[in-house]
């Protein structure tokens, strides 16, 4: 069997596998991810040394010590995975809620009830610890889920998927439910990416490019977010000392992440006073800021930023700075540079804060908060299967419920259209 | 300019127009339909001339009597895109609206709020009325909108869009908010589709042979159906009188729909009694029938049905019929055959009909009514800007909420993440 049989074979039966899964109670697939999660627990030693060929692998590849330190299983991150399946079994399933239902003039009941999507497709990239956290997510929301992992977490990706496979079949439900596919040959991807009618969402996790190839070749929906160039606008009314805590969290409380600040706004009303404080603030955190003129005139150490900086995700210690006229000018900048991931407002004047929250559509929008709070836990969504910053289907950060869709219930009692 | 410049700069204008939209009150928005309402109805003495040259056109290019009459504008089709947009402007506004909101522990106040998609493309073809009813739709949820009307509408189109955008200045609104492409050759498709920066969201109007084209060239997301190959079942408990008076109302009230039935399903423990009732039923209404061996044992006129059958949108006075064994044979026919449009279950039973509207995963699931209700007006969405097959975004018909989509919000009082 060449590649794309064996992906489309695959595919066929995690749609077959997919209507049973729609149709199973809460109760079986929270037991169902509370097994999964002994299993693992149970198959310590079995990980473990499928990590280390991994590991071994990539060594023999040269892998940097960064690309190793995030293949590594110990027993914190495995237990990690079970936790993680014991709090997605603990969320509410979205599945067959009905979220309104309203009565037609001719007596029909009409509703809208949700359902899973289906089939879905994820395409990552080296920490392994992906397959039981996106795997649990798609089971919980009675999905089927066909994996795909990176090469170089092969060994440990298919250990853990057949932990989790054990767990359907001891349950006698479809095992075709988690597919892995163990094809490392990139030809599999692609391959993947072409089964429109098996596959009914791809979710893509992992770096800039991988992402880009996967929108590039994909005919099935993907989800997706590219860059993460969130704002922080200090208004003229903002409270010195919060903007000054908001700032240095968003930067450095973990730099290398999409919802990380990037580029902080000041109104001119108080660039003399806030620049110079936020300028040596910032120095002290060790970060690196770039200014427009105004900045570099009230902090004269700051080096001048260039048009590019202003729209640069760092990911690092580095921070671009602006003064700007007003709330109308920030927006604009938002608008023009931005991302649509995350930005966030200091202020103390209700209206502002008010246009703020309506007027920036970014897929989250804060007032007086630190951007890093841009997360599916840290929002109270429980899990989080990515971010989208696309806005059809879900925007911003997803969790279960936009695992799913909705369709239309009617209920009649022999009514006809006239 | 070039049609690809051409293109993008009306995209682009339409992209910076969508900023204000989105921003507009709903009360503007109203008085802005309204305004395009009184707009169509003084103009109609140019409409119909503008009309006359498409017809005339048409007539040249030797377009069938169908087509023409698709064309056709008089003073009733008129008024029935005026009142439309009255419709419309009487409908609630989605933007804006809070779809949920919690408190966290550490204080932030999260929510959703409902915004514009931005920048809307339509691709039609024929009915000039798609002009008005798109764009008033597009509209009134703070979109932006670029339409791109068939060639053959083109003097019609034209005509209608100058008059909605002349509400637009007037009301110094930007002319922007509503772009007609008037470049008749089909690269301006192609060259529209490739804008994913500037447009995000593709609403194909017409036949398959469009759709499919569209589908296929587009970068941008598209959401459309194919077809409606839509199901009733009719159980072994059914109140034979309604589902006679159901199946004749699926399929004849307008044969020529997506709604329409395609395929009847009747249980085998009525099929001796039930299946020469339809048959008669349906002969006498002109249908003809194509059905399983068990359907011409107790019906034998009735002509042999062929697996091409099963999979048949006739869209025509043509249905096949097939014996099943139960409610399982009837949904896996549904799943194996259906396009995810409309079923019905005819029943008294009520475990059935638990079953039937939870398992079967099309976009409408009804029970005891005609699948002609499948349609946004008649399910209370009021207007519709489309039915969508492919579950991302949205299943189903689509109303105004369909073109909107959710950010988060976040307000809060300085927390930080620790």
Same mark, same amino acid.
Request: contains cysteine.
């Given at each position: 069997?060449?590649?794309?049989?064996?992906?489309?074979?695959?595919?066929?039966?995690?749609?077959?596998?997919?209507?049973?899964?729609?149709?199973?109670?809460?109760?079986?697939?929270?037991?169902?991810?509370?097994?999964?999660?002994?299993?693992?627990?149970?198959?310590?030693?079995?990980?473990?040394?499928?990590?280390?060929?991994?590991?071994?692998?990539?060594?023999?590849?040269?892998?940097?010590?960064?690309?190793?330190?995030?293949?590594?299983?110990?027993?914190?991150?495995?237990?990690?995975?079970?936790?993680?399946?014991?709090?997605?079994?603990?969320?509410?399933?979205?599945?067959?809620?009905?979220?309104?239902?309203?009565?037609?003039?001719?007596?029909?009941?009409?509703?809208?009830?949700?359902?899973?999507?289906?089939?879905?497709?994820?395409?990552?990239?080296?920490?392994?610890?992906?397959?039981?956290?996106?795997?649990?997510?798609?089971?919980?929301?009675?999905?089927?889920?066909?994996?795909?992992?990176?090469?170089?977490?092969?060994?440990?990706?298919?250990?853990?998927?057949?932990?989790?496979?054990?767990?359907?079949?001891?349950?006698?439900?479809?095992?075709?439910?988690?597919?892995?596919?163990?094809?490392?040959?990139?030809?599999?991807?692609?391959?993947?990416?072409?089964?429109?009618?098996?596959?009914?969402?791809?979710?893509?996790?992992?770096?800039?490019?991988?992402?880009?190839?996967?929108?590039?070749?994909?005919?099935?929906?993907?989800?997706?977010?590219?860059?993460?160039?969130?704002?922080?606008?200090?208004?003229?009314?903002?409270?010195?000392?919060?903007?000054?805590?908001?700032?240095?969290?968003?930067?450095?409380?973990?730099?290398?992440?999409?919802?990380?600040?990037?580029?902080?706004?000041?109104?001119?009303?108080?660039?003399?006073?806030?620049?110079?404080?936020?300028?040596?603030?910032?120095?002290?955190?060790?970060?690196?800021?770039?200014?427009?003129?105004?900045?570099?005139?009230?902090?004269?150490?700051?080096?001048?930023?260039?048009?590019?900086?202003?729209?640069?995700?760092?990911?690092?210690?580095?921070?671009?700075?602006?003064?700007?006229?007003?709330?109308?000018?920030?927006?604009?900048?938002?608008?023009? #540079? +931005?991302? &649509?991931?995350? /930005?966030? !407002?200091? $202020? =103390?004047? %209700?209206?502002?804060?008010?246009?703020?929250?309506?007027?920036?559509?970014?897929?989250?929008?804060?007032?007086?908060?630190?951007?890093?709070?841009?997360?599916?836990?840290?929002?109270?969504?429980?899990?989080?299967?990515?971010?989208?910053?696309?806005?059809?289907?879900? #925007? +911003?950060? &997803?969790?279960? /419920?936009? !695992?799913? $869709? =909705?369709? %239309?219930?009617?209920?009649?009692?022999?009514?006809?259209?006239?």
């Amino acid at each position: 069997m060449n590649i794309s049989e064996q992906i489309r074979r695959l595919a066929d039966d995690a749609k077959m596998a997919a209507r049973r899964m729609a149709t199973l109670s809460t109760e079986v697939k929270n037991d169902l991810l509370q097994r999964m999660a002994d299993g693992l627990e149970k198959a310590v030693p079995s990980l473990l040394d499928a990590n280390e060929d991994d590991i071994a692998a990539g060594r023999d590849k040269g892998l940097s010590a960064a690309m190793i330190d995030r293949l590594v299983l110990d027993e914190k991150r495995i237990q990690g995975m079970a936790d993680g399946l014991r709090e997605v079994a603990a969320l509410p399933d979205p599945v067959g809620e009905v979220t309104g239902m309203w009565r037609r003039p001719n007596g029909l009941q009409v509703g809208r009830m949700r359902i899973p999507l289906g089939v879905i497709g994820i395409i990552y990239e080296s920490r392994p610890n992906v397959t039981a956290d996106a795997g649990g997510l798609c089971l919980k929301s009675g999905n089927a889920v066909v994996l795909r992992g990176g090469s170089e977490a092969i060994y440990s990706n298919t250990a853990i998927s057949t932990v989790l496979k054990e767990q359907l079949i001891a349950m006698t439900l479809p095992a075709a439910a988690l597919q892995m596919i163990t094809v490392t040959d990139r030809a599999a991807v692609l391959e993947m990416l072409k089964l429109e009618e098996q596959i009914d969402l791809i979710i893509p996790r992992g770096g800039e490019g991988l992402i880009r190839f996967v929108v590039d070749n994909s005919r099935i929906p993907v989800i997706k977010h590219y860059r993460g160039v969130c704002h922080i606008f200090v208004d003229a009314s903002a409270d010195f000392g919060m903007a000054e805590k908001i700032c240095v969290n968003a930067k450095i409380q973990r730099p290398g992440v999409c919802n990380a600040v990037e580029t902080i706004l000041i109104h001119k009303d108080i660039a003399e006073t806030f620049v110079p404080l936020i300028a040596e603030t910032m120095r002290n955190h060790g970060v690196e800021l770039r200014g427009c003129p105004v900045t570099r005139e009230f902090a004269p150490q700051v080096a001048e930023a260039s048009e590019e900086d202003w729209q640069a995700e760092y990911l690092d210690l580095v921070l671009a700075v602006r003064v700007v006229e007003d709330l109308d000018e920030a927006m604009d900048h938002i608008a023009r #540079f +931005g991302s &649509m991931h995350t /930005e966030s !407002l200091v $202020t =103390r004047d %209700y209206a502002n804060a008010q246009r703020f929250l309506r007027e920036v559509n970014s897929s989250t929008v804060m007032v007086n908060a630190s951007t890093r709070f841009a997360d599916g836990n840290q929002l109270g969504l429980g899990a989080e299967i990515g971010i989208s910053t696309t806005k059809l289907h879900s #925007f +911003g950060p &997803m969790g279960l /419920e936009d !695992l799913t $869709t =909705r369709k %239309y219930i009617v209920m009649g009692d022999g009514q006809i259209r006239s």
